[in-house]
């Protein structure tokens, strides 16, 4: 049975990491996601109610790993990308594939608590 809420981050990145886990506190567990492999292994014990995306990475990276998260997790899951404020092809691309909100990295880092709890607000 899951029952530990989980933050999958899709990044090869670290810079974020101890923001994202400091903003989830003891309420959610944060996984950093950098393979496919991995899905398995991290989702087994967790539902899964947060999915992070860092639109720095390559799209043939975050694209597919993307994808098969959404798969694996229930509908009301919430799914948000953050990335360079001037990279309009990446954000358009996330909020296609269902991404919302997309924010700049600033915008991201100064809404990170209402970004991994949109029902407080």
Same mark, same amino acid.
């Given at each position: ?5 989980? =933050? /999958?981050?899709?990044?090869? &990145?670290?810079m974020f990491l101890p923001r994202i886990e400091a903003a989830a506190g003891s309420k959610?567990?944060?996984? #950093?996601?950098? $393979?496919?492999? *991995? /899905?398995? %292994?991290?989702? %087994? ?5 947060? /999915? ?8 043939? @990276? ?14 009301? =899951? $919430?799914? $948000? ?26 915008? @991201?880092? #100064? *809404?990170?608590?209402?970004?991994? @709890?949109?029902? &407080?607000?």
């Amino acid at each position: 049975m899951r029952e530990n809420k989980l =933050v /999958i981050l899709i990044s090869k &990145n670290l810079m974020f990491l101890p923001r994202i886990e400091a903003a989830a506190g003891s309420k959610m567990k944060v996984r #950093r996601l950098t $393979a496919a492999s *991995q /899905i398995d %292994q991290i989702i %087994q014990s967790s539902k899964i109610s947060n /999915i992070l995306v860092d639109l720095e990475e390559d799209s043939d @990276f975050w694209k597919p790993l993307l994808s098969e998260v959404k798969h694996r997790a229930d509908e009301e =899951v $919430a799914i $948000a990308a953050y990335g360079p404020h001037e990279d309009e092809a990446s954000m358009s691309e996330a909020r296609a594939l269902g991404c919302d909100p997309v924010l700049a990295k600033g915008a @991201f880092i #100064r *809404q990170l608590k209402s970004v991994l @709890f949109p029902t &407080n607000n």
